[in-house]
């Protein structure tokens, strides 16, 4: 038996209890949920429809008895929509909205993330200027309790990538530099000692150096940045053999 069988909300759980008569007691009971062994159990349904829980008892002279009781859950809360609004590269503009149908009374939403504990959260249905991260999202009408969880992504941020022709060689020499860079709107080149280059797209840069240099590209999409280098190392090259005629006494690498 159970004083009533009927289930609003996932996870609850409903008080059943038997009794036995004939055979000899004392009687043992267990129910085949947790193996409960009292003549009262608590069983639960976590979802729609109706579930059959059974006792089994047996007397002190092992004779058996079964029956069958049946607990039935008819929720009608549950969370049926919800969307998310990318966040840009490295800006926390992005949104995260749920909803919810067959509520009862006066519902209250909540959000919080990133994270199980995350520092944003709103009593509503939207939570917006959030970066990217996981967000739970729970509806309590007068009834029930439902929640559930998304993740919110975000644009790619911007990856610098420089690729030189060549990193070495004798002075002078001429290095192509190629763009490879991402997500990128602008960029910024630096080539060393002022040559500062501002654009907006990613076609190779030439220089001529006569000295070793570092490059410097910033690859930029909003307020997000991101900035790599490239090392250039020139030798004087000639002939260093003090002993020939054309010997060169600047030079470091044989030529």
Not at 84 to 89: D, G, Q
Not at 121 to 144: E, H, K, M, R
Not at 244 to 255: S, W
């Amino acid at each position: 038996t159970g004083t009533d069988k009927l289930v609003l909300c996932a996870n609850d759980s409903v008080l059943v209890s038997a009794t036995a008569s004939g055979g000899f007691p004392p009687y043992t009971f267990t129910w085949n949920y947790l193996s409960q062994q009292n003549d009262t159990a608590y069983v639960p349904i976590t979802q729609n429809g109706t579930l059959p829980y059974v006792v089994n008892v047996v007397d002190q002279c092992g004779n058996t008895g079964l029956d069958t009781v049946l607990v039935t859950m008819n929720q009608t809360l549950q969370i049926d929509t919800m969307i998310t609004y990318l966040a840009s590269a490295c800006t926390p503009d992005g949104a995260v909205s749920g909803q919810g149908s067959g509520i009862t009374g006066t519902p209250a939403y909540h959000w919080q993330g990133p994270g199980a504990n995350g520092p944003n959260q709103i009593n509503a249905t939207v939570l917006q200027n959030i970066g990217p991260g996981w967000y739970y999202f729970s509806i309590t009408d007068n009834v029930c309790s439902v929640n559930d969880s998304i993740f919110l992504g975000s644009d790619p941020a911007p990856n610098a990538i420089i690729t030189p022709s060549s990193t070495f060689g004798c002075n002078p020499y001429t290095v192509t530099f190629t763009n490879g860079s991402q997500n990128a709107t602008s960029y910024t080149w630096e080539f060393g000692v002022g040559d500062v280059v501002n654009t907006t797209n990613t076609d190779s840069q030439t220089r001529t150096y006569t000295t070793d240099d570092q490059v410097m590209l910033i690859a930029i999409n909003g307020p997000c940045r991101d900035t790599t280098y490239a090392t250039i190392t020139i030798s004087n090259c000639g002939c260093t053999d003090a002993n020939a005629v054309n010997y060169d006494p600047n030079a470091t690498t044989d030529d």
